[in-house]
């Protein structure tokens, strides 16, 4: 078998979830790590504690809970070419974005408050867009690898406005004006969030969505 054929089996005993915790942004990425060293395997936390590390479940068999069990709707996958969920954030201190000079192609970092009771875990990832005069960030999620290997910057509280993306798996219709749990792809602790729908447009078959007013747990 070939290397190519190799990752592609390695790909099917992955979760697809994409969520980082194994140190590496995507599946595909430690597919390729597990390649080399097969023990590796054990660093992806979702196949021990299915007791599938032998194997993922199958694509049609999602469980629609989160990692503390806890029931979401829908899935949001990232729109095709960013590197991560696309996020909408407010800086709690505004002038830092100017102060840092914070430009798109950034690698930043700071941590969630305001939703909910905040989340634990620092973000971090690449600015796509930046207003300096309000200190709003249009940034990309994807986890620890950017900063620990190279300059960074950190914006430190922030609060996160809103999310976009693709709907492609979803266990309810999905409605502007509502809101609903979802599970962002690549959430390093698999935990739902809760955004109201703001906006939907469907194309060429795809349904990309705008969530606000977020809250988690």
């Known amino acids: 078998m070939d290397g190519g054929n190799r990752i592609e089996e390695i790909l099917r005993q992955l979760p697809g979830k994409d969520c980082g915790l194994c140190g590496w942004k ?8 597990v390649l080399k060293n097969p023990a590796e395997k054990e660093r992806c ?10 194997g993922a479940p199958e694509e049609n068999s999602i469980l629609w809970k989160d990692s503390l069990g806890r029931e979401y709707d829908f899935i949001l996958d990232t729109f095709p070419g960013d590197p991560g969920p696309r996020e909408t954030i407010l800086p709690y201190n505004p002038v830092r974005v100017k102060d840092l000079d914070i430009k798109p192609k950034d ?12 989340c634990p875990v ?3 990832g690449v600015v796509m867009d930046v207003d300096q ?3 709003v960030i249009s940034w990309c999620v994807t986890g620890p690898l950017g900063p620990r290997s190279g300059e960074h910057k950190d914006i430190g509280y922030y609060v996160a406005e ?3 993306g693709i709907v492609k798996s979803s266990n309810k219709e999905l409605k502007i004006g509502m809101r609903y749990w979802f599970m962002p792809r690549r959430c390093m602790l698999q935990w739902r969030h809760s955004g ?3 906006f939907v447009n469907k194309r060429n078959g795809v349904m990309e969505v705008r969530i606000e007013g977020l809250m988690i747990g």
């Open 45 to 54: 936390v979702h196949l021990i504690r299915c007791g599938k590390s032998e």
């Open 162 to 164: 809103a999310y976009e």
């Open 133 to 135: 005069v309000n200190g």
């Open 26 to 33: 995507t599946c595909a990425e430690f597919a390729e790590v």
């Open 122 to 124: 620092t973000h971090c």
């Open 107 to 118: 690698i930043i970092i700071g941590r969630p408050m305001g939703m909910s009771c905040g």
């Open 196 to 198: 109201l729908l703001n």
